[in-house]
T-cell receptor, first 114, second 112 residues
């Protein structure tokens, strides 16, 4: 079974631009969540989607948004990029409707904002 | 919201010794506590988890304990090996979806 796939793996943007990251979950998994990982801050929850509906949202500004498609693939978008948005963005999928088990992480998309 | 604190941030042990990482949480409604291991340049992977109706769980050299009253849980690794070197994250979640609150991580180095 293929794992969680994230694209692109690396990208460089400049301040003010916008970026879209993509995540394909493990087949059969309906929950997709996104985390921002920065040194010293650990993993910070951005949002979670289940069956195309956003169920939970973390404490990030409205510049961060996401969506989920009918095939469970998810995208997240960051508009008006700031230097502080430089981070590793991790997507995780899970089969359950609630916290019933393991999160399977992708390898991440490393965003650098110049 | 939930707040998870993790200590220590770095830990060095001699091969064969034990390592203990501690986490506290603030929300008594949290009921699921996983631990993830992230090797350098790789994705986080679940190594062990515990639910609020259990006080202790063990899997070979790894064990997790949970004290609901005190709102803290700990990861214990015995007979450490160099391949245990990684960053370990604790997390807590409630039964309202897959929203997890992670600690800031512990960088464990096992010295051969």
């Amino acid at each position: 079974k293929a794992g969680v796939t994230q694209t692109p793996r690396y990208l460089i943007k400049t301040r003010g631009q916008q970026v879209t990251l993509s995540c394909s979950p493990i087949s059969g998994h309906r929950s997709v969540s996104w985390y921002q990982q920065t040194p010293g801050q650990g993993l910070q929850f951005l949002f979670e989607y289940f069956s195309e509906t956003q169920r939970n949202k973390g404490n990030f500004p409205g510049r961060f948004s996401g969506r989920q498609f009918s095939n469970s693939r998810s995208e997240m978008n960051v508009s008006t990029l700031e230097l502080g948005d430089s981070a590793l963005y991790l997507c995780a999928s899970s089969w359950g409707q609630s916290n019933t088990g393991e999160l399977f992480f992708g390898e991440g998309s490393r965003l650098t904002v110049l | 919201g939930e707040n998870v604190e993790q200590h220590p941030s770095t830990l060095s042990v001699q091969e064969g010794d034990s390592a203990v990482i501690k986490c506290t949480y603030s929300d008594s409604a949290s009921n699921y506590f996983p631990w993830y291991k992230q090797e350098l340049g790789k994705r986080p992977q679940l190594i062990i988890d515990i639910r609020s109706n259990v006080g202790e769980k063990k899997d070979q050299r790894i064990a997790v304990t949970l004290n609901k009253t005190a709102k803290h849980f700990s990861l214990h690794i015995t007979e450490t090996q160099p391949e245990d070197s990684a960053v370990y994250f604790c997390a807590a979640s409630k039964q309202n979806g897959n929203q997890f609150y992670f600690g800031t991580g512990t960088s464990l180095t096992v010295i051969p």
